[in-house]
């Protein structure tokens, strides 16, 4: 059973940098099979997408925030890494990361909240 947990601070200042770190358990990174997400809920709004690496470490991104936006991966931790640049308050969200198999079958980490706040 692939597990996901993410981690990373809670609060974040305006113009500074965001990073999360995903650990995934019960499965490679590196398994084709997988493709691997992050994902974010602001306030009161739906489910936003915010970009996926391959196992090949292929990356996509979300139009709406690619130029702040990378995604990354650590082989050796088997963790996925968010980074969102010049955050603002409208980033504040609960952030997700999520594998999706070639089936579609979709496993989802509890998420973890971040503030943006001075």
């Known amino acids: 059973q692939v597990q996901l947990q993410e981690s990373g601070p809670g609060l974040v200042k305006p113009s500074q940098t965001l990073s999360l770190t995903c650990t995934v358990s019960?499965?490679?990174?590196?398994?084709?099979?997988?493709?691997w997400n992050w994902i974010r809920q602001p306030p009161g709004k739906g489910l936003e997408w915010m970009g996926g690496i391959s196992a090949s470490a292929t990356t996509y991104y979300s139009p709406s925030d690619k130029s702040r936006t990378s995604i990354s991966r650590d082989t050796s931790k088997n963790q996925i890494t968010l980074q969102l640049s010049s955050v603002t308050p409208e980033d504040t969200a609960v952030y997700y990361c999520?594998?999706?198999?070639?089936?579609?079958?979709?496993?989802w980490g509890q998420g973890t909240q971040v503030t943006v706040s001075s």
């Open positions: 019960g499965a490679s990174i590196t398994d084709n099979a997988y493709y």
């Open positions: 999520a594998g999706v198999q070639l089936n579609g079958r979709t496993s």
